[in-house]
């Protein structure tokens, strides 16, 4: 009886996992945009589409291609840290207008990308 618990339990919790990092995702990504120092683009040349896990297609997640990041509204960068986190397929840009220093590893929208609306 035991193992047949810890059997079932183990899965159930690697879902339940997934399905809070999925939600998380989602909430997230509905601020983008919206007073958020992240702002969803479609990129000419796109970036390459990296795949997320097949539980997380299956709850309803899907991958990003390209964010981009405006420091300034993200002091302390809590929010950058957290959606690098949460995000690890999508590249993240500097927006291309700011003048504020960007966070290791970012760097700004080179001359021969735009950003498509």
């Given at each position: 009886?035991?193992l047949?618990?810890?059997?079932?339990?183990?899965p159930?919790?690697w879902?339940?996992?997934?399905?809070s990092?999925?939600?998380e995702?989602?909430?997230?990504?509905?601020?983008?945009?919206?007073g958020?120092?992240?702002?969803?683009v479609?990129?000419?040349?796109?970036?390459?589409?990296?795949?997320?896990?097949?539980?997380r297609?299956f709850?309803?997640?899907?991958?990003?291609?390209?964010?981009?990041?405006?420091?300034?509204?993200?002091?302390?960068?809590?929010?950058?840290?957290?959606v690098?986190?949460?995000?690890?397929?999508?590249t993240?840009?500097?927006?291309?207008?700011g003048?504020?220093?960007?966070p290791?590893g970012?760097?700004r929208?080179?001359?021969n990308?735009?950003?498509?609306y």
């Open positions: 009886m035991l047949a618990v810890a059997a079932l339990t183990m159930l919790g879902i339940a996992r997934e399905w990092i999925v939600r995702r989602q909430e997230i990504s509905r601020r983008f945009d919206d958020s120092p992240f702002k969803q479609a990129l000419h040349p796109a970036d390459t589409l990296h795949d997320v896990p097949w539980l297609r709850l309803g997640d899907e991958p990003w291609r390209s964010l981009m990041y405006a420091p300034e509204h993200d002091p302390d960068g809590s929010q950058f840290r957290r690098r986190e949460l995000f690890p397929e999508a993240i840009w500097g927006w291309p207008l003048k504020a220093p960007l290791a970012i760097k929208l080179d001359q990308r735009w950003i498509m």
